[in-house]
């Protein structure tokens, strides 16, 4: 169980703010915040270089974090700017050997960014992006997959919770079928990502994003990536650096053996150590702690949002995680946005922009997205739900 009071205690915007756009970037607790700090004051006083010598331990340290957090192992951890990042060294290093008619299968609940590299790719290549359609709850049809593989499929890329609502995909029946069928598979975890238990191996991925801001309470600017130990030495960055590869002769490199071949050698040492620790103080609270407190938080809010007349809530899936996303009439999402900003309340809006083939398949422009954390208390969403019920009241 998440001692409440502590968490709160330990998340100085708590005194702040009702956060509820934790799927945009959450609080970060105390200690994120301290170790950031501690960091670029040692940098301005000792120098960039001196500092990240002192503190090379801890900094390696980090991939041992982020391993015990994904159930993989420190050589298959990468760390990068952010998700996007993370997903497109994959992504491009896949697709540097698509040829036309070669197949892209992703989910409808795509993020834009990668949505925008399928397009990329197949303009260049003659690849082909096809969608998996969506079940009857709303989530990625397995057996649609598993109907849709023939022998051009080169990848499965889909995500596992969008940015645009509650919906979990099936992650782990996916990695089944394209265990089963030898198909690469590239899981976009990044809303997943210190909000639910993760275990690649039970999830059959060989590559995982994700990033540090969201759910995991880290540094902006901050991003991780899991690639596969078997698939590590086949797959060639679309580009590297000194750190990813070694100039051993004037026409001949090495490319690192680890998953380290998809970094880069600049970085932010502060926020890789911020990272490192926001992932630790999950570790010790407990993902399958977390997990439960979010969801049942989801699970009454949905419950108290459907008192409001005129709301619609429009999360999808069997399974709905701590991303509550929904609709009022007559209410633009920007402008309930904005008013409870005015009032302190935090939440965000997802437009078609961000998920152009769900949005569209649904009939939907926007949608007004109110993400919890374990550190959110129900007294929050009941101000919450009482500045949405007043918005519809003034509308
Ligand atoms: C499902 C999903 N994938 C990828 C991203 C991109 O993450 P980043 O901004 O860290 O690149 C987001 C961000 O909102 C997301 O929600």
């Excluded at 995680?321 to 009022?328: K, R």
């Excluded at 961000?354 to 929050?380: I, K, M, P, Q, W």
């Amino acid at each position: 169980m998440i001692d409440v009071a502590r968490v709160r205690a330990d998340t100085p915007g708590c005194l702040d703010v009702v956060h509820l756009n934790n799927a945009g970037a959450s609080l970060p607790p105390r200690v994120v915040v301290d170790t950031v700090i501690e960091h670029l004051e040692l940098e301005a006083r000792v120098g960039g270089y001196a500092a990240a010598d002192a503190v090379s331990a801890r900094a390696t340290a980090v991939y041992d974090s982020v391993a015990a957090l994904l159930s993989a192992s420190r050589d298959e951890i990468a760390l990068v700017e952010n998700a996007t990042r993370a997903w497109d060294m994959v992504f491009y290093a896949l697709a540097s050997s698509f040829n036309p008619g070669d197949r892209i299968l992703t989910s409808r609940a795509e993020y834009a960014s990668n949505a925008i590299a399928f397009i990329q790719v197949a303009r260049r290549s003659g690849a082909v992006i096809d969608v998996i359609p969506d079940d009857e709850h709303g989530q990625l049809s397995v057996d649609a997959l598993r109907a849709m593989l023939d022998e051009r499929v080169r990848l499965i890329a889909i995500s596992w919770i969008p940015t645009q609502g509650g919906l979990v995909n099936p992650a782990a029946a996916v990695g089944a079928v394209a265990c089963d069928a030898g198909i690469p598979y590239l899981l976009d975890a990044c809303q997943a990502a210190g909000q639910l238990p993760i275990d690649v191996d039970a999830l059959g991925c060989d590559f995982l994003s994700a990033t540090g801001r969201k759910y995991l309470r880290g540094p902006r600017g901050t991003g991780l990536l899991y690639v596969r130990r078997s698939r590590i030495a086949a797959l060639e960055p679309p580009f590297l650096d000194v750190h990813a590869a070694q100039w051993v002769s004037r026409t001949s490199i090495e490319i690192r053996d680890d998953a380290r071949r998809f970094e880069s050698w600049e970085h932010s040492v502060a926020n890789r150590l911020g990272l490192g620790a926001a992932v630790d103080y999950a570790l010790a609270l407990g993902i399958a702690d977390i997990a439960a407190r979010v969801t049942d938080l989801a699970s009454s809010l949905r419950t108290m949002l459907t008192a409001i007349p005129r709301l619609a809530l429009r999360d999808l899936g069997v399974e709905r995680c701590g991303i509550v996303s929904f609709t009022v009439d007559g209410i633009d999402p920007y402008a309930l946005a904005a008013r409870l900003r005015a009032q302190h309340i935090n939440i965000s809006v997802s437009t078609i922009d961000f998920a152009r083939f769900d949005f569209e398949a649904r009939g939907l422009d926007a949608v007004a997205r109110a993400s919890v954390h374990y550190y959110n208390t129900h007294d929050e969403l009941a101000r919450f739900v009482d500045a949405v019920s007043d918005a519809r009241g003034a509308a």
